[in-house]
């Protein structure tokens, strides 16, 4: 089972939870092979429904302790530029693709893409 996890951390990112959730994303994931979107959500106000057919699933939760279970399943993650989210995806050598919140305040998020970037990049 090909499986996308995307992860907001502890904040909330709805742009970009309704973003991968909406229709025609979802199909979109699933043209590209993959039968499974995991979303942890954080504190946003976007909770897309789960649901499960007999060719995609879509898991949605808030939290876990660990979300090493969830990047370990992963065949891609998709993820806020936070420190912890990114740096584990990238220690189990997954691909990440890491957007950045522009509505946080105090954001560091796209100083920390802009290095993962730089070291992470492969040509």
Sequence with gaps: ??????????????DLIACVSAPDSLQ???SLGYNRLILQIGRGTVVPEPFSTESFT????????????DIGKADLVISHAGAGSCLEALEKGKPLV???????????????????HKEYTRD
């Excluded at 890491?98 to 993962?116: P, S």
């Design 1 to 14: 089972m090909k499986c996308v996890f995307v992860t907001v951390g502890t904040t909330s990112f709805d």
């Design 28 to 30: 979109k994931i699933e």
């Design 58 to 69: 879509l898991d949605v939760y808030r939290y876990k302790d660990s979300l090493k279970e």
């Design 98 to 116: 890491v957007v950045i919140n522009e509505k946080l305040m105090n954001n560091h998020q796209l100083e920390l893409a802009k290095q993962l």
